[in-house]
């Protein structure tokens, strides 16, 4: 190994590090807005008078909440191509196994977020005369939402970084550019530090803002 | 109007509702009230189905509210219901309170229901506060705007559940006068409350009930009176002795 930090390196390398980055992000978004949109349905089915959805929905969410990450991830690589007949690329299978694997945490988020909206905002909406839909489109998501937006984004802070497992299917997100850098310049330290500090510094800057949020909303 | 004819409801083993009768017709306004826990507040719940009844029936203008078959957001649209925690959508300003079932469920255009909105805001005195969100107003403004908000799907009846309990005493009385020009309106009102003062004035019968039964249906006069029970006599004397 040569020795001392070499600098140059990471400033060489920072494009391709940057299309590695644009992977993880853009996984990590399609994966939060897949997931909060299943999660919301699924959260209905759950808190749903038809025994069946409400059975669906607790069945759906112990099952993967069950399940390591990582093998949910292996499983779909290799079952979405065989279901559809055709192979979709290590991307598409990789998202949508997140897609399925967050919805059934943000479920879980959703569904005490409706809670949190008291039982007197559903009688005020069925009184004015709103159906079912309306009620929770107009009157209990908006709220429900707003109460959850800090622990939806740690949620997301935490996808951000199990997005790195994806370097299983070959993907090449931040993670694994960094990785192949390392090992074709023979720069362990210097990549590796470099993640560990893009990935705090991201974080951070997360949390950051999620405590803000947490000021500008707490009424 | 409203009939109400052998209502019993219960919460698992707890018989709230026992066979309960009774009904308010058009223009009238009957006053319910009872010690806390009597079931006048399930009771008027029943009324427009937020809460299901076991036994028996009720129906709002002709249309049985515990039939499987009825729909119940056309039926709750034309009864108007105003809640003690006023429960305002707080998301929302004033305006877009008001506004929202007109748009969704009566399918008034935007421009419509603003002018609607402004009118009735107009007339429970508070056609400047139409852009707030309700945190920013009184209990007693919360109340009335939920008294508008109500008033904006032109209802055919209106209930109130203890619609003052959860004022501060100086801002009772400006939801009351509301009420009251309401009733003098000839607004059919189902009005569960203690204000026995809003009851001599505008009612034309008083209910009063204990542990799920009404146990004293009279006219007004009637009720202050002589009221027959013990309980209702007991009652009154508890609430009227200050």
């Given at each position: 190994m040569t020795s001392g930090f070499d600098w140059q390196v990471i400033v060489k390398n920072l494009p391709f590090l940057w299309t590695g980055m644009q992977t993880t992000l853009l996984l990590t978004v399609l994966a939060i807005g897949g997931g909060v949109i299943g999660g919301t349905i699924l959260a209905l089915c759950r808190l749903s008078k038809f025994s069946a959805l409400s059975w669906f929905g607790g069945s759906y969410v112990n099952f993967f909440r069950s399940m390591p990450l990582i093998l949910v991830i292996f499983w779909f690589y290799f079952l979405v191509p065989i279901f559809l007949g055709r192979p979709v690329g290590g991307f598409y299978s990789v998202l949508i196994a997140f897609i399925l694997f967050e919805a059934a945490y943000y479920c879980e988020i959703i569904r005490a977020g409706i809670a949190s909206v008291g039982q007197g905002q559903v009688y005020a909406g069925q009184a004015v005369g709103l159906n079912y839909f309306q009620i929770m489109r107009y009157i209990i998501l908006p709220q429900a939402f707003r109460n959850m937006v800090p622990i939806l984004l740690t949620q997301g802070i935490i996808l951000f970084q199990d997005t790195s497992l994806v370097y299983v299917v070959g993907l090449h997100d931040f993670l694994v550019t960094a990785d192949i850098v390392a090992n074709r310049d023979v720069r362990l330290i210097e990549m590796y530090s470099t993640v560990a500090v893009v990935y705090f510094v991201m974080c951070l800057l997360g949390s950051l803002g999620v405590r803000r949020l947490q000021r500008k909303y707490s009424l | 109007?409203?009939?109400?004819?052998?209502?019993?409801?219960?919460?698992?083993?707890?018989?709230?509702?026992?066979?309960?009768?009774?009904?308010?017709?058009?223009?009238?306004?009957?006053?319910?009230?009872?010690?806390?826990?009597?079931?006048?507040?399930?009771?008027?719940?029943?009324?427009?189905?937020?809460?299901?009844?076991?036994?028996?029936?009720?129906?709002?203008?002709?249309?049985?509210?515990?039939?499987?078959?009825?729909?119940?957001?056309?039926?709750?649209?034309?009864?108007?219901?105003?809640?003690?925690?006023?429960?305002?959508?707080?998301?929302?300003?004033?305006?877009?309170?008001?506004?929202?079932?007109?748009?969704?469920?009566?399918?008034?255009?935007?421009?419509?229901?603003?002018?609607?909105?402004?009118?009735?805001?107009?007339?429970?005195?508070?056609?400047?506060?139409?852009?707030?969100?309700?945190?920013?107003?009184?209990?007693?403004?919360?109340?009335?705007?939920?008294?508008?908000?109500?008033?904006?799907?032109?209802?055919?009846?209106?209930?109130?559940?203890?619609?003052?309990?959860?004022?501060?005493?100086?801002?009772?009385?400006?939801?009351?006068?509301?009420?009251?020009?309401?009733?003098?309106?000839?607004?059919?009102?189902?009005?569960?409350?203690?204000?026995?003062?809003?009851?001599?004035?505008?009612?034309?019968?008083?209910?009063?009930?204990?542990?799920?039964?009404?146990?004293?249906?009279?006219?007004?006069?009637?009720?202050?009176?002589?009221?027959?029970?013990?309980?209702a006599q007991l009652f009154l004397s508890k609430i009227l002795s200050h």
């Open positions: - | 109007m409203i009939e109400i004819q052998n209502v019993s409801k219960w919460y698992g083993d707890f018989n709230v509702l026992k066979d309960c009768s009774s009904r308010v017709d058009k223009g009238e306004v009957v006053v319910v009230c009872g010690p806390s826990g009597s079931g006048k507040s399930t009771l008027i719940k029943c009324v427009n189905g937020l809460e299901p009844f076991q036994e028996g029936v009720i129906s709002v203008d002709g249309t049985s509210v515990g039939d499987p078959g009825t729909n119940l957001p056309e039926l709750r649209s034309h009864i108007g219901m105003v809640f003690q925690n006023f429960e305002l959508f707080p998301h929302i300003s004033v305006n877009d309170n008001i506004g929202l079932a007109q748009i969704k469920v009566l399918g008034r255009s935007q421009d419509e229901a603003n002018a609607r909105a402004m009118e009735l805001l107009d007339r429970v005195g508070l056609a400047d506060q139409a852009d707030k969100y309700p945190a920013q107003l009184s209990g007693g403004q919360q109340q009335r705007v939920a008294i508008a908000r109500a008033l904006a799907m032109d209802p055919i009846a209106m209930l109130f559940d203890e619609p003052t309990s959860a004022l501060d005493p100086e801002m009772i009385n400006e939801v009351l006068d509301v009420m009251v020009e309401l009733a003098q309106e000839g607004m059919t009102m189902m009005v569960v409350t203690h204000e026995m003062g809003f009851a001599r004035k505008v009612a034309h019968r008083v209910i009063f009930m204990d542990e799920g039964r009404i146990e004293e249906d009279a006219t007004k006069d009637d009720f202050f009176g002589t009221p027959r029970g013990d309980r």
